[in-house]
Structure formats: C-alpha cells, structure tokens
C-alpha cells in the first residue's frame, strides 16, 4: 500500500501545476484590484458586482445558458435514438457504427469548425444545393443557427456514446421477461429500457452543456464575433483587454456555474441509480 502510494506522488505534483495553481491564481485575481504597474493586494468584490450590475455582460450569461441547454437538449433528441439503433447491431456492426461516430473526433476540433465555416457560407455547400432547386442564397453563417448547428456537431458523439453505453450493459432478458409478462414493445421500452438508460443520458448531459457553456471558438468563427458568448468575453479580458481580475471573476462565475451544473447531474444520477435498484 505504501508503495502504491508513492507512485501516485507525480500524479498528485503534476495535478497541483496544471489545475490548482491556476485556480489559486484565478481566485486571487478575481478578489483583488490591479493598479497601474503592480497587483495591489486589496481584497474587493468590484469585479462581480461590475458582471451581475452590467446588464449587457447578464444577457451575455443567459445567453450562453440558453445556447448550452439548447444545444444539450438537441444532443439528447438526436443522440439517444442513434445510440438506441447501435446498441440493437450485431457485434461487427455495432463495433463499425461507434468507429463511424468517434472518427470525426479524431480531427482536431477547431479544423472542424472551420470547416462548417466553408460549408455555412453563402458560396457553401448548403446554399449550393438550395440553388439547384431555385432557394438561396440563405444566410446561415454568423448566426444562433450556426453556433447551435457547430456545438451539437462537436459534442454530439459524446452524448451518443455515453447513452450507448448505458444500453448495451442492460440485460436484455429484462425485456424478453416484459415480453412474457404482455407489455407491448413501446411499454417495455418505457417502463424498462429508458429508466435504465438513464444513467448515460445523465453523463452525456454532463460531457455537452459543460463545455457548450463555456466555448469560445466555436461562436467566434461560426458566430463572426457578432454573437458573443461567456467565453468569448473571457478570452477579450485575458487577451486584449488586458483586465486579468474582471476576467478572473468571469471565469470564476463560470466555474461556479459548472461545479453547480455537475452537482445537479450527480445528484440526479445517483436518485435514478437507486430507483433502479428498487
């Protein structure tokens, strides 16, 4: 055991760097006011009241929540019966159809985006085909309809998988025991398949409104910089602004928001984990 221990010491170290360190240094910019060459260590709460007392910034946040529930939400509807068709393949197909969804994740993310950006524009793809048949051209870049269109393509195979994998460890003779029992296949499904699958909808809602609340690049390329989002804010703050402590306590809103977000989806994992148990 103690030398089990031992090994975990880099890990802890490496941790301490890369994650706490910075969010030690966050906090403290977020507490405190900078003057003119130096920090000065004066502990103030100017920088949250400016965000929440700024209107402009509050419509900011709420919007960024808006997109991120909405891109979740589309996530779901379109994930959870793809997830449900794999899970019903055979072993080959099964193994294809999760290659065929990872793939595009193996592209770095931001070469994806920009290639929505090819496709979205008004010389693009879509509106190439929309003009075959006399529609078009349609402004589809630099819009809501982009940056949701770019979020759920980017984080729509984490929903699928994380659902998918909560289907294929149910035990299938739970349904074949509703079969014998009369329930028609729309029953079983309700009353056995969803409730179990619910775990992975849970996880997959935790991997896309996380990091669909807090993206940056995405609604900057897709958006034009006409739709701004939390993360965009953050970034001007940091990068060209030059204002690290109102940044720091952006991102340190956000930080709540998120701790506060993986709470509620623990929260309902484990009352939906322990129904199934009942």
């Known amino acids: 055991m103690k030398q089990f221990r031992s090994m975990t010491y880099p890990y802890v170290a490496w941790i301490s760097v890369i994650i706490v360190v910075p969010m030690l240094l966050i906090v403290l910019y977020a507490f405190t006011t900078s003057g003119n060459d130096v920090l000065t260590i004066q502990f103030t709460f100017d920088n949250f009241v400016r965000f929440v007392t700024d209107s402009v910034f509050m419509e900011v946040l709420l919007r960024s929540l808006y997109i991120a529930v909405i891109t979740t939400l589309i996530c779901i509807l379109l994930g959870y019966p793809i997830a449900y068709v794999i899970a019903q393949l055979p072993d080959r197909g099964n193994t294809l159809a999760i290659l065929l969804i990872t793939m595009p994740t193996w592209v770095n993310m931001l070469v994806r985006t920009y290639a929505w950006m090819g496709i979205l524009q008004d010389e693009g793809v879509f509106n190439t085909i929309l003009g075959f048949f006399g529609i ?143």
């Open 136 to 278: 078009g051209p349609v402004s589809m870049i630099h819009t809501s309809f982009a940056v949701i269109l770019g979020m759920v393509y980017n984080f729509l195979p984490f929903m699928i998988l994380q659902i998918h994998t909560s289907l294929a460890k149910m035990d299938k003779s739970l349904l074949e025991a509703a079969s014998d029992l009369g329930a028609a296949p729309a029953t079983a499904f309700l009353r056995v398949t969803l409730p179990l699958s619910l775990p992975g909808v849970i996880s997959g809602i935790t991997l896309v409104f996380l990091p669909a609340v807090s993206s940056f690049f995405i609604p900057k390329l897709l958006g034009g910089g006409q739709y701004v989002l939390v993360g965009n804010i953050i970034e001007t703050q940091f990068l060209t602004t030059g204002d690290w402590n109102f940044g720091s306590a952006i991102s340190l809103i956000m930080a709540i928001i998120i701790m506060l977000s993986m709470w509620l989806t623990r929260k309902a994992d484990v009352q939906v984990a322990s129904r199934g148990k009942e």
